[in-house]
């Protein structure tokens, strides 16, 4: 590739440009890889994203591993779920405190989100074998603790040296006699965090939902899935949907306790927000336990208003619908002003988002909500499902990264499979326009032409900057600092930059107000010093008499020239 | 908070809860950063290179780059030859650097890759093109800690460039260089040592050097490889010089000998110049080794150092003391609370070594002959401690605010890493000057607690 030298002048206006530009320093191989996860959107058919897909050796990549969905993302948030590391010290070390799971455990419960517990692997466990080592450190945990569960979650090593976590659950569990249960989620596993997400999935599925049958008293009561509460959301969520009278049974996982997953499959309906770390469970409990599952977002005020109305039609009581039209009214009434306000201000301005498996989808929606444009998106682990909608997944190819990992067989639970709708109810429903289990994907709401982007790579993401000039980047804490160094803010979507929260109508309020924000602080403007704008603009030498001094008249008493700041 | 934390030590053999350490290869991807042109390259899963990078961006807020070998199952199966292969060949030709310093992982540790093969193969297959450079070090998550990784990747330096060039002792001695291995500091820590350097008027090369590389100046502009960094002929260099200035047993002192066994370069091994008498002994060996005086405005700071220890130490005398981190960095910070007529009373670190006991003994032997000090320990075990018999200040990395908020006890951050405050990125803790600054982080913790808590009657205006 490198000898074909590409003279096309890019323009803002050519995606295809602008596609090739970023792939002409590519060798061919790389080239052609990456060539198959840029794609020029079509709404009306979004064409076949390659997602999914092994990262490229060598490209600087914002992809983590399968521990970390496993143990970072899913099973992290379970704070009294007491979660042990097998492995050497670093994993375990780096999922510490480092994602923003804010919890609010009852008194008395012990938060095991502030402790990071491993198994400190040494080289003669990697000789030798670790499993002694393991089970002695869950009798210790035990001991220390006396947790309700306890989860060992697997690091590169172990699947190499061959620890048999499971067999040491298997004989922990019997010796302690509290549910102990093993994650084989080694980094290696697959080829992003995405199939950590399974992983957890499945073990959470098998171990520990469907372990307590009695359903909390409520009239309508859903669990929300792919939530993790990262600075409070999964509060403004609840909170909201308190005040409509729907009980939120659990959240997953965000701010959940054990005993709450142990009953999650006693609820009448599934929202999933996160599809791409959750559609599992979802899938799962409809399959076992009848529980049907929509999609829902509640990032955005219209998207959280959308996300009720649909919730209120599945539930189909008047009294729900009615109150919800009012909470959606009153929220409104508050959001209103300040999104007009913010809107006037920033219409029109240009944001991208590569993020995640959901966020860089329904983040989408808060910069609609005040009027700006995106200019290109793409997630850093989701599959073409979350691209291109969930009626591509018979078309998927299963590859051998992905056949490493568990498809769980479940069959409907012969005692305790009690849908909430008879398919009568839902076959009307459907007819009415109402959509079960499905995500129609990222593409279907972009722009034509619009580039989408899978795993983008720190070279793309420099090129991008480079071209489109966005006002503003939603990205990850690796890219950061590279996209303000180039003079462009960047809102960490992982952590948020420690605020938030970003969901429901109160979230969205104070994104509006952090977008505003990041828009229009001076910082940016103060990078060319007042020499270099202007060499003659120096404060001159002046005489000053005292009297003149009293009496303020000289000119630098007065208001001074820009400099700098308005630039 | 931490309410499973009780006083009641139970033994344990098994279980690491709440580490003072992190692995291997975040400390050599460190090391590399501070060499000019180097992309750091992870050889492993991309799951460890991105938890390096997104934690040292969190300590510095800067760019931190790197690339990784990407291991899926295959070849973690049949062996990274192919993924290495493929991301040098990658990285020569996207990201242009002057030189890609390899670490290997857990992962390709176990599967037993041989790094030095590969290198040689894609050498001979010119995928590293003439005129660039390849090195590497062996940093698996199960030996050491991140600092022996740190220490591991600045040997590496040291066997893959350093070379002697045959000049005679005359000819280096009439324009003699001095070595500088500055240990796992920060870059205003590194940049701080070469004013002072650059005061002293040595010729001197400091290896590695993040300055310029992981604290720049916001222009406008970002730049994948910064001016920063020890260049790849000062590091060649260095087997030229007539000594080696070495920081710190741990993270400098393996490189120091390597370059001695390598080339006959001798060294003075020191430790980190923090506080007065280790910065003093780091003035001392620059002045006798550099062959020049110490200038009036060295002598200045140092003298301000010890009008404010002389002015405050009130404040200071007697405070029962908990610190904890990497060991270079509790064993000179040790030396300095002594100093101050401060009682380290729990004096730990999570990493692992015999030198570090050995040597805490002596420097506290006859000063607080009963301060417990531990290695291979963890933050889980210091705060039981903390509930059996309590301390006036804590000192340590950011992950330590848990123990100082549950039990209100006044705390400064030190260390690495320090994910939430600011002023580890600019300014600097090594010298005299960042001696000052120790103190006043120090002074303004403990009376900040106590105009806090004291009564009424007892808050006063002046201190």
């Given at each position: 590739m490198s000898e074909e030298t590409n003279t096309t002048t890019v323009t803002e206006l050519d995606p295809a440009a602008v596609k090739a530009e970023m792939l002409k320093i590519y060798p061919a191989k790389t080239a052609k890889?990456?060539?198959?996860?840029?794609?020029?959107?079509?709404?009306?058919?979004?064409?076949?994203i390659g997602a999914n897909t092994r990262t490229v050796p060598g490209i600087i990549t914002q992809r983590g591993c399968t521990y970390a969905g496993c143990r970072g993302v899913v099973m992290g948030p379970i704070y009294d779920l007491l979660q042990i590391t097998h492995g050497p010290v670093g994993c375990g070390y780096y999922a510490w405190q480092t994602r923003?799971?804010?919890?609010?455990?009852?008194?008395?419960?012990?938060?095991?989100?502030?402790?990071?517990?491993?198994?400190?692997?040494?080289?003669?466990?990697?000789?030798?074998?670790?499993?002694k080592k393991l089970a002695q450190a869950i009798r210790e945990a035990y001991a220390i603790f006396k947790p309700k569960a306890i989860a060992i979650l697997s690091t590169c090593p172990v699947g190499l040296i061959g620890d048999d976590v499971h067999a040491v659950a298997r004989q922990m569990k019997e010796e302690l006699g509290i549910n102990v249960m093993g994650f084989s989620c080694e980094g290696y596993k697959g080829v992003s965090q995405s199939a950590g997400h399974h992983i957890a999935n499945n073990g959470v599925f098998k171990n520990i939902i469907g372990l307590d049958d009695k359903p909390d008293e409520a009239e309508f009561n859903m669990n929300i899935l792919g939530e993790y509460n990262i600075g409070g959301d999964a509060w403004e969520i609840d909170t909201l949907l308190r005040k409509c009278g729907i009980h939120v049974t659990a959240t997953l996982s965000g701010d959940v306790s054990y005993d709450q997953v142990k009953k999650c499959h006693t609820v009448q309906l599934n929202g999933v927000m996160c599809h791409r770390s959750i559609n599992y469970i979802a899938e799962m409990m409809e399959k076992k336990f009848g529980i049907p599952w929509i999609k829902v977002n509640f990032i955005g005020a219209e998207a959280t208003a959308k996300t009720l109305r649909k919730i209120a039609k599945f539930f189909d009581s008047k009294k729900l619908t009615d109150r919800v039209e009012e909470v959606i009214a009153q929220e409104m009434l508050a959001l209103r002003p300040v999104r007009e306000e913010i809107k006037a201000k920033h219409k029109g301005k240009k944001a991208a988002l590569f993020v995640g498996g959901s966020r860089a989808h329904h983040y989408q929606d808060l910069f609609r909500d005040i009027g700006m444009e995106i200019v290109s998106a793409g997630y850093e682990f989701a599959h073409r499902d979350d691209y291109e909608g969930r009626k591509v997944l018979p078309t998927i190819k299963v590859d051998a990264d992905s056949r490493n990992i568990e498809e769980l067989h479940v069959e409907a639970d012969p005692e305790r499979f009690k849908p909430s709708k008879t398919p009568e109810q839902i076959a009307a429903l459907e007819a009415g326009g109402f959509n079960f289990k499905d995500y129609e994907g990222m593409m279907v709401e972009m722009k034509k032409l619009t580039l989408v982007i899978d795993d983008i790579s720190h070279h793309e993401m420099e090129k991008l900057i480079e071209i489109y000039k966005p006002d503003i980047i939603g990205s990850g804490i690796k890219d950061k600092f590279v996209i303000e160094k180039m003079g462009v803010p960047c809102k960490q979507l992982h952590s948020y930059d420690y605020s938030g929260p970003y969901a429901a109508f109160g979230g969205a309020i104070n994104f509006y107000r952090e977008v505003d924000r990041m828009l229009t602080t001076k910082v940016w403007k103060f990078i060319t010093p007042p020499w270099e704008k202007d060499p003659q603009s120096a404060t001159p030498l002046t005489h000053t008499t005292k009297t003149e001094a009293k009496n303020e008249t000289k000119a630098w008493r007065k208001p001074a020239a820009a400099d700098g700041a308005e630039g | 908070m931490l309410n499973g934390t009780t006083a009641e030590i139970k033994p344990r053999e098994a279980l690491r809860i709440n580490p003072a350490k992190t692995c291997q290869p975040i400390g050599a991807m460190y090391a590399a950063l501070g060499i000019n042109g180097c992309m750091p390259h992870s050889h492993g899963s991309q799951g460890c290179c991105s938890y390096?990078?997104?934690?040292?961006?969190?300590?510095?807020?800067?760019p931190v780059v790197a690339t990784t070998s990407s291991f899926t199952e295959g070849a973690s199966v049949f062996g990274g030859l192919a993924n290495m292969t493929q991301a040098l060949s990658n990285i020569f030709t996207i990201y242009n650097p002057k030189i890609v310093a390899v670490h290997t992982t857990c992962?390709?540790?176990?599967?037993?890759?041989?790094?030095?093969?590969?290198?040689?193969?894609?050498?001979?297959?010119?995928?590293?093109?003439?005129?660039?450079?390849?090195?590497h070090a062996n940093t698996p998550s199960f030996v050491g800690s991140h600092v022996t990784g740190f220490a591991s990747m600045v040997t590496g330096m040291v066997k893959y460039l350093a070379e002697a060039s045959g000049k005679s002792e005359a000819q280096l001695k009439a324009e003699p260089q001095l070595n500088v291995i500055p240990g796992y500091i920060d870059p205003a820590d590194m940049r701080e040592l070469k004013r002072i350097i650059k005061e002293m008027g040595v010729k001197t090369v400091m290896f590695p050097d993040t300055s310029g590389v992981l604290d720049l100046p916001q222009d406008g502009q970002y730049r994948m490889f910064p001016s920063g960094g020890a260049t790849i002929e000062e590091i060649k260099s260095s087997g030229d010089s007539v000594g080696?200035?070495?920081?710190?047993?741990?993270?400098?002192?393996?490189?120091?000998?390597?370059?001695?066994?390598?080339?006959?370069?001798?060294?003075?091994?020191?430790?980190?110049?923090?506080?007065?008498?280790?910065?003093d002994k780091f003035i001392h060996a620059l002045r006798t080794h550099g062959g020049v005086d110490v200038p009036g405005s060295i002598g200045q700071e140092?003298?301000?150092?010890?009008?404010?220890?002389?002015?405050?130490?009130?404040?200071?005398?007697?405070?029962?003391?908990?610190i904890v981190g990497d060991p270079d960095h509790v064993i000179a910070l040790t030396q300095f609370l002594v100093e101050l007529d401060m009682k380290p009373a729990y004096v730990f670190t999570g990493s692992s070594g015999k030198h570090f006991e050995q040597r805490l003994t002596e420097i506290l032997g006859n000063h607080a002959p009963d301060a417990m000090i531990k290695q291979n320990v963890d933050l889980f075990e210091l705060h039981q401690q903390i509930k059996n018999n309590p301390v006036d200040l804590i000192i340590g990395n950011t992950y330590s605010k848990y123990i100082s908020r549950v039990e209100n006890i006044p705390f400064v951050r030190f260390g690495f890493p320090v994910l939430d405050r600011m002023g580890h990125r600019y300014f600097p803790a090594v010298g005299y000057m960042g001696a000052l600054r120790l103190m006043e982080k120090i002074n303004d913790a403990l009376l900040d607690h106590k105009d806090r808590e004291c009564a009424e009657e007892n808050f006063e205006l002046i201190q």
């Open positions: 890889k990456r060539g198959k996860q840029i794609i020029l959107n079509d709404p009306d058919n979004p064409p076949e923003r799971n804010l919890v609010r455990p009852p008194e008395g419960t012990t938060n095991y989100l502030q402790y990071c517990m491993n198994t400190d692997m040494q080289e003669d466990q990697i000789v030798f074998g670790g499993e | 390096h990078r997104s934690h040292l961006t969190r300590h510095f807020k800067e992962l390709s540790e176990v599967i037993g890759d041989d790094i030095p093969m590969m290198i040689k193969k894609a050498k001979e297959e010119k995928i590293i093109p003439d005129g660039k450079y390849v090195i080696t200035i070495a920081l710190g047993h741990f993270a400098s002192h393996p490189a120091a000998i390597e370059l001695d066994e390598k080339c006959k370069v001798p060294s003075a091994l020191l430790e980190l110049p923090y506080g007065l008498t280790n910065t140092r003298g301000r150092l010890l009008d404010a220890m002389s002015d405050m130490h009130q404040y200071f005398h007697g405070k029962r003391v908990a």
